[in-house]
Structures are given as C-alpha cells and as structure tokens.
Nanobody, 122 residues
Framework: QVQLVESGGGSVLAGGSLRLSCAAS?????VAWFRQAPGKEREGVAT????????TYTNSVKGRFTISRDIEKDTLFLQMDNLKPEDSAMYYC??????????????????WGQGTQVTVSS
C-alpha cells in the first residue's frame, strides 16, 4: 500500500502560479497528476516514471506545467505557471508500482490521494 497526500492548492488570479506537492509513504515507480472539474470527468495532466524518464503532459498544459519529484523525500510536484480559469479543478496525485510511461488514463493507477483544490479567477 501507498499513502499519497497532496498539498499546495489555493486560489490565484489568471496568469499566476501554484506548486502542488504530493507526499508518498514510500518510493513508487510511476506517478501522475490528474484533475477533475465540477461536472467533468477526471483527466490526466502529467505523468513521469522514476526520476524523470518518460514525462508526458496533456496538450492543454504543455509549456505551462512541470512535473518533477524528489526521490529522496518521496515527494511529487506539479509546478503550474500561467494559470487559466479552465485549470480550476480538484487536483489528485496518483501512482502505480508498475513502470509504465506515457499513460494518462485512470485505470493505470491504483493509488490515489484525496485531492487539493485549485481555483483560478479571471
């Protein structure tokens, strides 16, 4: 089992930045960020394998979001810059022990955090 705890959400103006963190209870191979806005399906935002292999972003965040992790501290990050109102959502970190690159579908991940809210106002 792995416990995932997100933090760092908040309210910002459009064009602002936030950095989300996800503390894991142990090392886990493949990690990802998902988000879910009210009335919409949960969508994959970014994923990475290991310390930086096979990083993948959904098209809408490319060039604005950066996924990274501190392996020694078992912590995953999502740096979000130039935020837009459409980025408003609950953000979740997810993980799997399998080494799977480039997957942004929910079924790939079997560990999930509780989420942290991001609100971007115009």
């Amino acid at each position: 089992q792995v416990q995932l705890v997100e933090s760092g959400g908040g309210s910002v103006l459009a064009g602002g930045s936030l950095r989300l963190s996800c503390a894991a209870s142990r090392y886990i191979a493949t990690v990802a960020w998902f988000r879910q806005a009210p009335g919409k399906e949960r969508e994959g935002v970014a994923t990475m394998v290991g310390s930086g292999g096979v990083i993948t972003y959904t098209n809408s965040v490319k060039g604005r979001f950066t996924i990274s992790r501190d392996i020694e501290k078992d912590t995953l990050f999502l740096q979000m810059d130039n935020l837009k109102p459409e980025d408003s959502a609950m953000y979740y970190c997810a993980a799997t022990d399998e080494i799977i690159g480039g997957r942004l579908d929910m079924a790939t991940y079997n560990y999930w955090g509780q989420g942290t809210q991001v609100t971007v106002s115009s």
